[in-house]
């Protein structure tokens, strides 16, 4: 069952009637009452969603691959519009921006496309390093992070590669991107933090971190975060590389943070979604769910939904600082939940088979959480 239920509580009432996270569709799917798909939308059999959707700047289409297969689809109902077959399987997550779809492939290529799908290539570059990490569109170029510690910079209009460096250890995550979109700042797998000028291309090392990172690092103004095993949850300078302030949570964040207003917000593997100050590290709410949460948590509006394994979705309104509820959902979210706040939508892959977009509208109109 896609769609469910999800009890409203408060004060040991139910307060009117019960909000639920409905499906509006299924790609590729046949399900009632779902927007039905036609057969020449259907992905072929074998094949599966590895990485997460893109949205174009409107909100208008989604951009979607299978292993087989680029897809064009409609937000509003899942149809397709466009569809384009690939020479290789992707090996990482597309990215879209300014009417170009970009995508890596497992023959080490790096492409651009338009957003019609046309069969021809805008261009066609060679990646710089094998095992591709991620993909970052910055105000420079196309940023690309690989597993032995490589990072090039590929100009988004030609393909043309601006640099190349390579950091002295491995890389696990992205690099996280300062404010300006002038500098990236990357965490090898030996534990050194290292400050990259997009300009350039100059690698300056910053600090070396007490252990390796777990979870991708993000920067906001002027800090760093990340986590290291055992909870710990850390704040550098960016300029310095000094711990500002740490928390231990007891069980680990294998995921990355997100940002709300002043506080910075995380999910842990003992069910918890934690929201600290961002600047002094000030514990300002802590959540509970029901299940362990392996994805970063996705913030729409004044709410942010923790999604578990399997088992659903906790929700919660940061602006009064309550707990909605638990939504009981039975899916297996196998990417990063990407949400469409002005549509009141999430897309949500699950279980590397099928993209779902979810309506928390009505979710949203039940904010009527007593003070």
């Known amino acids: 069952m896609l769609c469910s239920v999800f009890i409203f509580i408060c004060g040991g009432s139910i307060l009117g009637e019960d909000p639920e996270m409905k499906t509006v569709w299924i790609f590729p799917g046949e399900v009632q009452p779902v927007a039905r798909t036609n057969d020449i939308q259907l992905m072929e059999k074998n094949s599966r969603i590895d990485f997460g ?17 680029l ?43 338009d957003s019609d799908l046309n069969e021809k290539p805008v261009w066609i570059s060679v990646l710089q390093a094998k ?87 993000v920067c906001f103004e002027g800090l760093i975060y990340t986590s290291l095993k055992n909870g710990r949850f850390i704040a550098l300078d960016e300029k310095t590389g000094v711990i500002e302030w740490e928390v231990s949570v007891v069980n680990d964040i294998v995921a990355s943070a997100v940002f709300y207003e002043d ?41 942010i939904f923790s999604f578990a394994f399997n088992t659903g979705i906790l929700a919660v309104n ?21 949400p469409i706040p002005s549509k009141k939508m999430l897309l949500l892959i699950n279980n590397r088979e099928l993209l779902m977009a979810l309506d928390f509208n009505s979710i949203y109109l039940s904010q009527h959480i007593e003070e």
């Not at 390579?166 to 690099?175: S, V």
């Open 53 to 69: 959707p893109a949205v174009d700047e409107a909100g208008g289409f989604v951009f979607l691959a299978d292993r087989k297969n």
């Open 71 to 113: 897809y064009k689809l409609k937000l509003e109902d899942g149809s397709v519009v466009g569809k384009l077959r690939l020479g290789a399987p992707l090996s990482a997550p597309l990215i879209f921006h300014e009417s170009k779809v970009y995508i890596a492939d497992e023959r080490n290529n790096l492409i651009c496309l």
């Open 131 to 217: 095992d591709i990490i991620s993909m970052q569109r910055t105000e420079k170029g196309i940023l690309c992070s690989f597993k032995d510690g490589s990072i090039s910079l590929s100009d988004a209009k030609t393909g043309g590669v601006a640099w190349k460096v390579k950091i002295g250890e491995g890389l696990d995550f992205a690099a996280a991107l300062d404010d300006k979109g002038s500098d990236a700042y990357v965490v090898g797998s030996k534990s050194g933090m290292y400050l990259i000028h997009l300009n350039s291309g100059t690698v300056t090392f910053r600090a070396s971190l007490p252990s390796p990172p777990v979870s991708p690092p």
């Open 263 to 303: 506080m910075i917000c995380f999910n842990a593997l003992n069910n918890q979604l934690f929201c600290y100050d961002k600047d002094s590290g000030t514990l300002d709410m802590r959540f509970s769910g029901k299940n362990r949460f392996y994805l970063p948590p996705v913030i729409a509006e004044d709410l």
């Open 318 to 338: 940061l602006s009064k600082g309550k707990t909605i509820g638990w939504i009981k959902f039975d899916s297996k979210p196998s990417a990063p939940v990407v």
